[in-house]
């Protein structure tokens, strides 16, 4: 049984910084593909930043510069630093994982930026 959980969420004012945290059970995330997406209601939900198999990554044009994507194999834990955060960053955040393709979900972390 896979599961995905995420943490690191929360209130913070513009100009703010948090670090997400994605820790996975029952999967391992080596070289599968994983990444952060995010969605606001009434909204598609859009990927942040993702990590291919190969180990490309690939952000958001809206977070360049300002949010890291990262992993910790031994922790089996994917991390999203997020630095300068803008009001238009809140969303609930989810993490996912797959082996080729994003199959396994969180169930999100909520992220308000004031």
């Known amino acids: 049984h896979v599961q995905l959980v995420e943490s690191g969420g929360g209130s913070v004012q513009a100009g703010g910084s948090l670090r997400l945290s994605c820790t996975a059970s029952g999967f391992t995330y080596g070289s599968n593909c994983m990444g952060w997406f995010r969605q606001v209601p009434g909204r598609e939900r859009e990927g942040v930043a993702t990590?291919?198999?190969?180990?490309?990554?690939t952000y958001a044009d809206s977070v360049k510069g300002r949010f890291t994507i990262s992993k910790d194999n031994a922790k089996n834990t994917l991390y999203l630093e997020m630095n300068s955060l803008k009001p238009e960053d809140t969303a609930m955040y989810y993490c996912?994982?797959?082996?080729?393709?994003?199959?396994?979900w969180g169930k999100g972390t909520q992220v308000t930026v004031s």
């Open positions: 996912a994982a797959g082996t080729v393709v994003f199959t396994y």
């Open positions: 990590i291919s198999g190969g180990g490309s990554i």
